[in-house]
Nanobody, 124 residues
Framework: VQLQASGGGLVQAGGSLRLSCASS???????MAWFRQAPGKEREFVAA????????YYTDSVKGRFTISRDNTKNTVFLQMNSLKPEDTAVYYC???????????????????WGQGTLVTVSS
């Protein structure tokens, strides 16, 4: 499984960005997720979508602003980010795994496959 994230950039507070994660080898059964890591901080969970059209999950700080979606015809997962805040500044990583139990969904260590990261910078 290979993942490649893209779409990061510099945006003003209140703006929007859409991140993409192109995957090869990750079937529709895979749980796909986005994590982020700000300078000096640990990698944290942002959003996930369970395989086979399952539920989506978000960390509280992005609920109502971010949306994770998947286009299986293009093998791509998206993270639409609206109303961006300076505290959203981080390197964003996409991750995938075929077998994740719900209780471990938000743990980075649960995912076997990772993309290279894309930098999102939100200016105030």
């Amino acid at each position: 499984v290979q993942l490649q994230a893209s779409g990061g950039g510099l945006v003003q507070a209140g703006g929007s960005l859409r991140l993409s994660c192109a995957s090869s080898g990750a079937s529709s059964r895979f749980t796909m997720a986005w994590f982020r890591q700000a300078p000096g901080k640990e990698r944290e969970f942002v959003a996930a979508r369970r395989g086979n059209g399952g539920h989506t999950y978000y960390t509280d700080s992005v609920k109502g602003r971010f949306t994770i979606s998947r286009d299986n015809t293009k093998n791509t997962v998206f993270l639409q980010m609206n109303s961006l805040k300076p505290e959203d500044t981080a390197v964003y990583y996409c991750a995938a795994d075929e077998r994740i139990i719900l209780s471990a969904l938000r743990e980075a260590s649960s995912y076997d496959y990772w993309g290279q990261g894309t930098l999102v910078t939100v200016s105030s």
